[in-house]
T-cell receptor, first 114, second 116 residues
Framework: GAGVSQSPRYKVAKRGQDVALRCDPISGHVSLFWYQQALGQGPEFLTYFQNEAQLDKSGLPSDRFFAERPEGSVSTLKIQRTQQEDSAVYLC????????????FGEGSWLTVV | AQSVTQLGSHVSVSEGALVLLRCNYSSSVPPYLFWYVQYPNQGLQLLLKYTSAATLVKGINGFEAEFKKSETSFHLTKPSAHMSDAAEYFC??????????????FGKGTHLIIQP
């Protein structure tokens, strides 16, 4: 497809389980963002990539959260030892560059930790 | 640091009535401002953005917003509400016209309800 694709769309994890969320950005998009959206809240910035370089990870809530984009295209957000407070929608977004271009969002990965 | 305040977590209007969703921002640098819409179980879609050109910005689906520096506001309006406008609306601010590299700072959202 032509948009940002995320998988899985829905994930139920048991507390303590590790999860991996995948993002396929729009082809050719240099910038890639991850956001966390808790229920009833606005999205909150987690991390930003320019190509394969992770330029900002200041929004990652703990060292259990890790993101990578090894080849400058697909990105994976990994959460280790999930906890209930990790339950949220994780949104991936991409843009052609970091300035002057529209950011396009995927439909999100809904994570529920039980 | 930047922040966004959206007044009213829920706004209800009748079909055909004026829609007004309020957004106030705080920014230490000239801001770039955005409105996004989110339909149930879908991602965010850009409605419009202010990038220091015209203060009145027209977007998709008949929405527009006016940047008022003196009031630090960027309220979203639509003259006549349609049932299909029912959704969650988010105001966002950034230091960058593209919303990068630090990304966007979002408000908590306003749920728009359209009464038949």
């Amino acid at each position: 497809g032509a948009g940002v694709s995320q998988s899985p769309r829905y994930k139920v994890a048991k507390r303590g389980q590790d999860v991996a969320l995948r993002c396929d950005p729009i082809s050719g998009h240099v910038s890639l963002f991850w956001y966390q959206q808790a229920l009833g809240q606005g999205p909150e910035f987690l991390t930003y990539f320019q190509n394969e370089a992770q330029l900002d990870k200041s929004g990652l809530p703990s060292d259990r959260f890790f993101a990578e984009r090894p080849e400058g295209s697909v990105s994976t957000l990994k959460i280790q030892r999930t906890q209930q407070e990790d339950s949220a929608v994780y949104l991936c977004a991409s843009s052609l560059s970091s300035s002057g271009n529209t950011i396009y969002f995927g439909e999100g990965s809904w994570l529920t930790v039980v | 640091a930047q922040s966004v305040t959206q007044l009213g977590s829920h706004v209800s209007v009748s079909e055909g009535a004026l829609v007004l969703l309020r957004c106030n921002y705080s920014s230490s640098v000239p801001p770039y401002l955005f409105w996004y819409v989110q339909y149930p179980n879908q991602g965010l879609q850009l409605l419009l953005k202010y990038t220091s050109a015209a203060t009145l910005v027209k977007g998709i689906n008949g929405f527009e917003a006016e940047f008022k520096k003196s009031e630090t506001s960027f309220h979203l309006t639509k003259p006549s509400a349609h049932m299909s406008d029912a959704a969650e609306y988010f105001c966002a601010v950034s230091e960058y016209s593209g919303g990068g590299a630090d990304g966007l700072t979002f408000g908590k959202g306003t749920h728009l309800i359209i009464q038949p």
